[in-house]
């Protein structure tokens, strides 16, 4: 392949350069896209947590009200149990044991009944929790569908403009000598992005330096592609005599 002439050269590379731009900035809106949209998903991951959290503590205190539902049928049985053995009994000693038995029984009873009450409430009011997390949790993915769908075909045109501009760099890039593409790589690397500046009134417009005075004459002899001493970038001019 015949490399390109100086003139040629520097068109390549101010393209290539605009190209370079318009890659970086598609794909910093891209980073926004997927920031944002990682926003709303953490808008509805973290109320999903909360209804998760919800359901655990109601399942745990509707296992507590199982367990305590049957401590109180069995203090109820002994109550009967007990009940029903004192016609029979034969001596005060053991009646007075058997109603001392009762009386215990009745105020574990009693203490059962308030701790299952106490847990129906607990109960009662983590379901009022859930669903209304449920509904705000349905209000909020309604109110976010519109977004997430323009966020995925933004994303899609974003992906598909990239793949355009890469393939366009790639035919450009490649119809560089190897000296100019790997410093121009180097540079684009180096020097956030630009490695190509105008150099207009004597002065580089990357670093806006002042240039030698030869050094911005010889490139209007488009000889060799030059670069600003200060910052290193290659320079080109627009018909400035």
């Not at 009745?106 to 379901?127: C, F, G, P």
């Amino acid at each position: 392949m015949v490399n390109p002439n100086v003139t040629e050269q520097t068109d390549l590379l101010k393209e290539l350069q605009d190209i370079d731009l318009q890659i970086n900035r598609t794909d910093f809106q891209k980073q926004k896209l997927e920031s944002e949209q990682g926003g709303l998903d953490a808008d509805v991951g973290r109320i999903q947590a909360m209804i998760d959290s919800l359901a655990a503590d109601l399942e745990e205190s509707q296992n507590d009200r199982q367990e305590i539902t049957r401590s109180l049928t069995l203090e109820q049985d002994n109550i009967s149990r007990a009940e029903q053995r004192l016609p029979g009994i034969k001596t005060q000693k053991e009646y007075v044991a058997v109603l001392k038995e009762i009386d215990t029984a009745k105020k574990m009873n009693k203490d059962l009944q308030d701790r299952l009450a106490e847990r129906d409430r607990i109960i009662a009011e983590l379901e009022e929790d859930r669903q209304g997390k449920e509904t705000e949790l349905a209000a909020l993915n309604d109110q976010l569908e519109q977004r997430r769908s323009e966020i995925r075909q933004a994303l899609a045109e974003a992906e598909e403009s990239l793949g355009d501009k890469a393939r366009q760099r790639t035919q450009i890039f490649d119809r560089l000598p190897a000296s100019i593409r790997r410093r121009y790589q180097l540079l684009l690397d180096r020097r956030g992005g630009i490695a190509i500046v105008e150099a207009r009134g004597g002065t580089c417009t990357g670093c806006h330096m002042h240039l030698p005075p030869q050094v911005f004459n010889n490139l209007f002899r488009a000889q060799e592609i030059h670069c600003c001493p200060h910052c290193n970038r290659m320079l080109f001019v627009l018909g400035e005599a």
